[in-house]
């Protein structure tokens, strides 16, 4: 952005010169009217979110579609935070208590969030990665009849594909082993073994020690919701728009596999039941929460709904494949549910190929929004600290 | 040559290539498993792959004669699926002796021959280093409160101007016999349909090589969190790493795998080699970014300003190599990212000058400096505007607006006020340096009134304002841009706190030696009163005495300025003390003590002015008129 809009656009609206103190009184009432605004438009998009049709399972819930859904709640919740907070009457307000504090949290949190962003970014390549493989699976079985060598070629997908995912989950949290062993004949790598990282899907580009889990605990720390007075100013937007940047990510991170969850669904979120959108975001954070803690037990990769699908359907196709190896030619009704469900995982690639890309869009507008926002207010803490130490 | 209508005629050689094929499967030997084909023999691999092609014929021949055939015939489907399966075998191994030569040949990038310190950069600013700020004496502690200055040296080594033109060099990663094999294998994968596994073992091959060429080349991890949290100094560190790791990695190493990918897929078509490289590098060359998305998002401050500055240098120079190497659809994310830190970067920039100008103007500290020397915001700022004016040729082109300034008649007292229409025609980089320079002195100015002593308030101004115009004199892209002008309303502002200071000591000690009142009318024989000129000569003694006690401790560091002013205050004193010595003389001496009064002689003024300003405490006495 030029320097001339930036200055005209934003330090236009804050006074340097102490002097000058926009008049407040008229303003009050409208202030409380967008705060009261603001909370509802929170839960009528929240109510929306979880609003599907009832004969979709759960399951579907983390889809990429609904995926792609969130970050727009995200990113116009946000859009409107950002209105009460920097247009607000008083510029000098974010200086004072309880934002004093306040602020500087919601500083904090946005670069962790931008972390959660990136780390996210990075799990997506994985799922494609693992789209790429199903693709391959997908273009074995569609010759028909299935043959022995499309069978072995997609078995051999199919290993990799299901390796792929427990590896990168194993990476991902410090779950137990799985029994599962690795059912590929020992090919392509050599006795003298050159590549350890041969089944790694993707380069991990995250740092070594980073860990998800832990990033978004760190974030609901100190996440407490206002109390009394502090309630009917700015604080409680600022309260609101912290839990549902540490929902959006935490549900990503649910989601996609990301650098050690252990423990995500341990992450508790305070919502009083007075906020009017509490029982949703709890609503939503138990079942996630309850669907992670079933996915740990069984060790499978994270909750987006596709990556489900394509582990179930694996399975099943992985079955098949055995079957066809160990008892040679398969027809009939057999080899038309292979069908059927190769049919599933094609439409399953399909829509991750759809979908990625324009998610990973939508992850780095959300990043860059939350970089935006960052910026400003960080230069408004500047402006109005005048009386603090400059940073000479 | 006849497509034979089945595959009887051509079965011997179709039975021998199966045979070869059987042989190599890994599945079924262990034999197959121990040895690489193509680590074997040369003959051996041409065998494979001609055995390879022979199937493959018999595939395209089974699916015309099947086709061909009016009913499904089973035998056809048979061995249709027989030859399948022979393929997939032959697939399978391909993909293995794939993998197998490009592990052989993957390892990290030999970086050393590759840090060419003459290569870097044609042009090299002339950095001065910056002054280590040594005039706080660390004994007084009056000090403490006053802002820490601790500017970093600019290290020459690493110019800052990146202007060198692009040089992309790709290097050959593989030797030309491995190419030829891994061409010939791809070739044949991809035509029996199997280009995404081709696709899969490239890419997380070379993907790992590249990651280790990154550790050597130094690039880390960090996340944005990390790097927030660091002491700017060792980013700075980190930063001049990963400029030139950059470099390397844009220029060399992705531009070398391109053309890998290239020349492996060179025989069958664009968008596959695109889908190879892109595979291989778009994940390490977002890691390579995303440190410098660190760097452009991190909080402002001024000390950030040139390393920032450098990193949008090197940016900005590589931008064109980013757009060669990455050219593809599928690579604009890349691209993109780039552009958009190379923006974030110049807002920072521009960002950081406008705080340091708020800072400047904000600086709090009210302790005066002993001795009305130089302060260390004025050596902080001149030392910030110099370095400044040597990135000029980057700044110029990021500052595009005028500063923001007060406006004359606001009746703010908080803020300076700058007039632009005398300063037409000049950069909005050259307006910030000079508003910069209005706003230390207005700081100056409000931090002279701390002095409880007029006379050393206006020292203080002279050597601040003075300390400015040196500095201005001394570099030449700052005297440019700052201009004649303004540097002579400066010139005259020292010069008039000079002549403020004289007036302030100066007049009432020469006062002691006027004429008037000491002249009696009436008696004709002696017109003077001498207990009116006795008081003269003890006040007069008293003030210079007090006036060189204070002022010896007072301190004018430069050189030529001190001694200009203690000329000027020597031709104004000493002529009046020896007129009035001259004409009063005889009266003291003809009196009793005459030594109480005249105490000094016109040689003893003369050396005690050579104390004044030189920053250290004189004995108390002065040496006594010899006689």
């Known amino acids: 952005m030029p320097a001339t809009d930036y200055q005209a656009s934003f330090l236009g609206r804050i006074s340097i010169r102490r002097n000058q103190v926009i008049a407040m009184d008229g303003n009050h009432e409208q202030e409380l009217q967008d705060l009261e605004l603001f909370s509802k438009h929170v839960s009528e998009r929240f109510a929306e979110l979880l609003s599907s049709p009832d004969d979709v399972p759960f399951d ?20 409107e935070f950002k209105g009460i907070l920097m247009m607000g009457n ?40 693992y789209q790429k493989l199903a693709e391959i699976v997908v273009s074995a079985l569609e010759q028909k009849p299935i043959g022995d060598g499309q069978s072995r070629r997609a078995k051999k997908a199919l290993t990799s594909l299901m390796s792929a995912m427990n590896v990168d989950d194993k990476e991902c949290s410090a779950a137990k082993a799985t029994e599962r062993s690795w059912s590929f004949s020992r090919r392509g790598v050599s006795s003298k073994d050159r590549v350890p990282e041969h089944f790694r899907s993707v380069s991990n580009q995250v740092a070594k020690n980073w860990s998800a889990a832990k990033q978004i605990q760190a974030m609901t720390n100190n996440l407490v919701p206002p109390r009394g007075a502090e309630g009917s100013g700015l604080a409680s937007p600022v309260y609101t728009m912290n839990v549902i940047m540490v929902f959006v990510m935490w549900a990503l991170v649910a989601a996609i596999p990301c650098q050690e969850r252990n423990g995500l669904s341990a992450i508790h979120f305070p919502a009083p039941k007075q906020l009017n959108w509490a029982q949703s975001i709890i609503g939503l954070h138990e079942k996630i929460g309850e669907e992670w803690k079933k996915k740990e037990k069984k060790g499978t990769a994270g909750l987006l709904d596709e990556m ?33 469900h190769a049919a599933e995982l094609a439409e399953t690639c399909r829509r991750m190929e759809e979908g990625l890309l324009p998610l990973q869009m939508q992850i780095r507008e959300v990043f860059h929004r939350i970089v935006k926002t960052r910026t400003e207010l960080l230069n408004a803490l500047d402006q109005v600290g005048k009386s603090s130490p400059p940073l000479l | 040559m006849e497509l034979p ?41 041409d065998l494979y792959l001609q055995a390879v092609d022979e199937i493959q014929r018999s595939l395209s021949n089974v699916s015309i004669s099947t086709s061909s055939n009016a009913g499904k015939n089973a035998n056809a489907v048979d061995d249709q699926s027989k030859v399948n399966t022979t393929i997939q ?116 091959v070379r993907k790992s090589a590249i990651d280790s060429s990154f550790r050597k080349l130094g690039i880390e991890k960090l996340s944005i969190g990390d790097v927030q949290r660091l002491e700017w100094e060792a980013l700075e560190s980190k930063i001049r790493r990963w400029i030139r790791a950059a470099k390397v990695c844009v220029r060399i190493l992705f531009a070398s795998e391109k053309k890998l990918c290239e020349q492996i897929f060179e025989c069958v078509g664009t968008d596959i080699d695109d889908a190879c490289f892109m595979e291989t590098v778009k994940g390490p060359a977002i890691q390579l970014f995303n440190f410098a998305e660190a760097i452009s998002i991190s909080r402002r401050s001024p000390e950030k300003l040139f390393k920032i500055l450098d990193l949008h240098d090197a940016l900005m120079d590589l931008l064109p190599d980013i757009e060669a190497v990455f050219d593809s659809k599928s690579s604009d994310s890349i691209r993109v990212q780039a552009a958009e830190i190379l923006s974030r970067l110049a807002e ?75 300063l037409e025609g000049k950069t909005p980089l050259a307006l910030h340096l000079i508003w910069i320079i209005v706003v230390l002195q207005f700081n100056l100015d409000g931090k002279s009134k701390h002095y409880r002593d007029a006379s050393l308030a206006h020292l203080f101004i002279m050597n601040n304002v003075h300390y400015i115009v040196q500095k201005v004199k001394g570099s030449p892209e700052l005297r440019e841009m700052i201009g004649d002008d303004y540097l002579r309303k400066l010139t005259g ?81 000493i002529p009046a003390y020896r007129s009035f010595l001259g004409r009063f003389r005889s009266h003291i001496e ?3 003590h005459p030594e109480n009064y005249i105490k000094y002689s016109v040689e003893d003024l003369e050396m005690a002015v050579l104390d004044f300003f030189e920053g250290y405490p004189v004995s108390q006495h002065l040496r006594r008129r010899s006689q």
């Open chain 1, 90 to 129: 008083d510029p000098s307000q974010i200086s004072k208590p309880p934002l004093d504090r306040l602020i500087p949290e919601f500083l904090d949190r946005s670069v962790k969030a931008l972390d959660v962003c990136n780390a996210v970014t990075n799990g997506l390549e994985s799922v494609r990665h």
């Open chain 2, 348 to 422: 920072a920039a521009r960002g950081i000058l406008s705080e340091f100008e708020s800072a400047v103007l904000r600086e709090p500290s009210r302790v005066p400096v002993p001795g009305g020397t130089i302060h260390p915001l004025t050596r902080y700022v001149m030392n910030y505007i110099s370095l400044i004016s040597d990135y000029k040729q980057t700044l110029i082109e990021l500052v595009i607006s005028k500063p923001s300034t007060g406006s004359r008649y606001s009746g703010d007292q908080t803020t300076p006020d700058m007039e632009f229409a005398e």
């Open chain 2, 5 to 45: 209508e089945n595959l009887n005629k051509d079965s011997n050689g179709y039975e021998s290539a199966e045979k070869i094929i059987l042989r190599w499967d890994s599945t079924a030997s262990e034999d197959a498993r121990e040895r690489m084909i193509f680590e074997t023999d040369r003959q051996e691999a």
């Open chain 2, 590 to 592: 003809s009196g009793r």
């Open chain 1, 60 to 79: 579907a819930l983390l889809s990429i579609s609904w995926l792609r859904k969130l970050l727009d709640f995200f990113l116009c919740c946000e859009a």
């Open chain 1, 308 to 340: 489900q699908k394509m582990e179930k359907l694996g399975n099943i196709l992985m079955d098949f494949t055995d079957s066809f190896q160990f008892h040679g030619d398969i027809t009939g009704q057999k080899a038309e549910e292979a069908a059927a």
């Open chain 2, 493 to 573: 502002k020292f010069r008039q706190a000079a002549t403020s200071y004289q007036r302030a000591t100066w007049v009432s000690v020469l006062y002691c030696l006027r004429d008037e009142g000491l002249h009696v009318s009436g008696s004709f024989s002696s017109g003077v009163s001498k207990s009116a000129l006795r008081e003269r000569f003890k006040t007069f003694n008293a003030m210079f005495e007090e006036v060189h006690r204070t002022q010896a401790t007072w301190l004018i560091p430069d050189t030529q300025l001190r001694e200009e002013l203690r000329i000027s205050i020597s031709e104004k004193l």
């Open chain 2, 89 to 204: 075998i032959a697939m399978a191994r391909l993909e293995d002796e794939f993998r197998n030569i490009l592990i052989t040949h993957s390892s990290a990038l030999e970086t050393d021959s590759l840090f060419d310190p003459s290569s870097s950069s044609i042009s090299t600013p002339s950095h001065h280093e910056l002054e280590e700020d040594d005039t706080l004496s660390n004994d007084d502690s009056s000090h403490h409160d006053l802002l820490q200055l601790q500017l970093q040296h600019c290290e020459s080594s690493d110019s800052s101007t990146y202007r060198s033109t692009s040089s992309i060099r790709e290097v050959d990663l593989m030797p030309s016999e491995a190419i030829c094999d891994l061409q010939a294998i791809a070739m044949r994968m991809i035509s029996s349909g199997y280009l995404r596994e081709c696709i899969q073992v490239y890419g997380s």
